[in-house]
């Protein structure tokens, strides 16, 4: 599962490259959703004996999917089924209670740092730091050298908000894109519902609808905050973060470098914690993430807690500018590490565990 255009179908291909008896199906042509919604158990039969693995691409466009991929698993043993889907909302929820147990689930994020440094080393990317916080890293973006705002304009204004649009949910996409914009201005402050609602006419249940939509189709993340000892510390507050800056600042129609901007340590801020989140799920480091703030204005910006351990970090875009954690926070938590990200040592955080 993941947005749309971060390489789910270019990585399945490469995936099933050289494996024998393997049958494609696109659920985004009609014949073949037909076929699975309609289709009898000696249909599926006919068509499916001799193949050993079966790959449904978009399967999220198939009504009851989950039931459908249970019959074939219980009826065929000798196939296996790959299922991809670009809207968890429809995917997820459809095959987790038919395939309770029986299912491996993977998310497919834009690509990330350190796979970038993979791809051409580690001083090479760090030189296109600037350009990230700009641009972000959809495949298609870091692939258009130069035409990077065409690229983004064009997912931002309608194709990553497909999903969301044929859910039927969405009775005024203009609110939508509004509210999407509100999110974009106030990364890395705290949101509600409430003032989100005023902000763009809408009530706060229809913006909760929204945001809970904008996150299964990968837009969107929340970062809840972190509570434990204190009576002052924020126990129900939330920030909302983009998977990806470059369309974080296609909303706003702004590509100016960071030099030049006022909300260049926004866009640190979200670069660090959408990639942190890809490092830790590619690599299988189970953590619970948070931020930290009081009701006097003490803050860090992000906390993982994981094997009973609790880190915290700072990020700061000038690593000239001195940054404190709050002492409050440090009696509380006396065993919690710290660190300050900048870009200087900004490696510590994306390519370590």
């Known amino acids: ?203 706060h249940k229809t913006v909760g609808n929204y945001l809970n939509l904008l996150e299964k189709v990968y837009i969107i993340f929340r970062l809840p905050s972190f509570a434990r000892n204190l009576r002052n510390e924020l126990k129900m507050s939330k920030k909302i973060y983009f998977f990806d800056n470059g369309i974080r600042n296609a909303l706003i129609s702004n590509f100016q470098i960071p030099e030049m901007r006022q909300d260049a340590g926004a866009l640190w801020e979200n670069f660090l914690i959408s990639d942190r989140m890809k490092y830790n799920h590619y690599n299988r480091k189970w953590c619970n993430i948070y931020f930290w703030r009081t009701h006097e204005q003490q803050e860090i910006d992000y906390i993982e807690e994981s094997d009973g351990k609790i880190r915290g970090y700072e990020f700061n875009w000038n690593p000239a500018s001195k940054v404190r954690f709050p002492k409050t926070f440090i009696k509380a938590y006396p065993d919690c590490e710290t660190s300050i990200i900048t870009p200087d040592n900004m490696d510590e955080f994306l390519l370590t565990k």
């Open 1 to 203: 599962m993941g947005a749309r255009q971060t390489g789910k179908t270019t990585l399945l291909h490469e995936i099933i490259s050289g494996i024998p008896d393997t049958l494609w199906l696109d659920a985004d042509i009609p014949e073949v959703k037909a076929l699975f919604e309609a289709g009898s158990p000696d249909r599926f039969k006919a068509l499916f004996a001799g193949n050993r693995l079966i790959v449904l691409d978009e399967a999220q466009r198939i009504k009851d999917i989950g039931i459908r991929i249970k019959y074939l698993t219980d009826h065929f043993k000798e196939i296996q089924v790959i299922a991809t889907g670009s809207s968890s909302f429809e995917l997820a929820e459809e095959v987790s209670e038919p395939l309770t147990g029986r299912k491996w689930e993977y998310n497919l994020f834009p690509l990330s740092f350190s796979e970038m440094v993979s791809h051409h080393g580690y001083i090479k990317e760090k030189s296109l730091i600037n350009h990230r916080l700009v641009y972000g890293y959809y495949p298609e973006v870091v692939n258009s050298e130069g035409n990077e705002r065409e690229v983004l304009k064009g997912l931002s204004d309608s194709y990553l908000f497909k999903d969301i649009l044929k859910w039927g949910q969405v009775k005024n996409p203009d609110k939508l894109l509004k509210l999407l914009q509100a999110l974009a201005f106030q990364v890395g402050n705290q949101v509600s519902d409430n003032e989100l609602g005023q902000l763009i006419g809408m009530d």
